[in-house]
T-cell receptor, first 110, second 115 residues
Framework: GQNIDQPTEMTATEGAIVQINCTYQTSGFNGLFWYQQHAGEAPTFLSYNVLDGLEEKGRFSSFLSRSKGYSYLLLKELQMKDSASYLCAVRTGGSYIPTFGRGTSLIVHP | ETGVTQTPRHLVMGMTNKKSLKCEQHLGHNAMYWYKQSAKKPLELMFVYSLEERVENNSVPSRFSPECPNSSHLFLHLHTLQPEDSALYLC??????????????FGEGSRLTVL
């Protein structure tokens, strides 16, 4: 099976930078996803990492270290609208279907 | 607007009722999924269909019965549910099962309350 761990809740200040960590234990790793879910809305895709390193996409970046079973999502220049739940999901080659962590609820305050 | 539409958005039912959740995707995708989202728990995969064939049934009780009549539509038939089945039921689609990024496109969910 897969064990995916991420913090339950984080708070940060508007304009700041926040890093949301995700650790996992799995066999046959085949990619890691980050999704954003605002309250009452559908989860939406943010990023996909399958090779080690940093993927940057505007204010959001995602990092992966396969040897450490570790990823983080970095959010820069935080805005109030970034308050949401951030879901880490891991895919294994055998299944192709991602397994989700519990999600990290991020609260951005003025 | 993700291209995946779920109805109804809210449903309240008694334990003896029979109801259905509907999902429709307008993205031309070949794979469709049902997930259950409960408070404080990870998204739980329930069923996966690829090209209208069920490829995964994640030990879901038989009181949940999926149906995929074509690649654009997915149903979840509900009968004799329990209060602990109250949750947000999310439908998702993807281009295919073994695609490179395998990005999932989610609907906004059907909030189910079982009394």
């Amino acid at each position: 099976g897969q064990n995916i761990d991420q913090p339950t809740e984080m708070t940060a200040t508007e304009g700041a930078i926040v890093q949301i960590n995700c650790t996992y234990q799995t066999s046959g790793f085949n990619g890691l996803f980050w999704y954003q879910q605002h309250a009452g809305e559908a989860p939406t895709f943010l990023s996909y990492n399958v090779l080690d390193g940093l993927e940057e996409k505007g204010r959001f970046s995602s990092f992966l270290s396969r040897s450490k079973g570790y990823s983080y999502l970095l959010l820069k220049e935080l805005q109030m609208k970034d308050s949401a739940s951030y879901l880490c999901a891991v895919r294994t080659g055998g299944s192709y279907i991602p397994t989700f962590g519990r999600g990290t609820s991020l609260i951005v305050h003025p | 607007e993700t291209g995946v539409t779920q109805t109804p958005r809210h449903l309240v039912m008694g334990m003896t009722n029979k109801k259905s959740l509907k999902c429709e995707q307008h993205l031309g995708h070949n794979a469709m999924y049902w997930y259950k989202q409960s408070a404080k728990k990870p998204l739980e995969l329930m069923f996966v269909y690829s090209l209208e064939e069920r490829v995964e049934n994640n030990s879901v009780p038989s009181r949940f019965s999926p149906e995929c009549p074509n690649s654009s539509h997915l149903f979840l038939h509900l009968h004799t549910l329990q209060p602990e089945d109250s949750a947000l039921y999310l439908c998702a689609s993807s281009r295919g099962l073994a695609e490179n990024t395998g990005e999932l496109f989610f609907g906004e969910g059907s909030r189910l309350t079982v009394l």
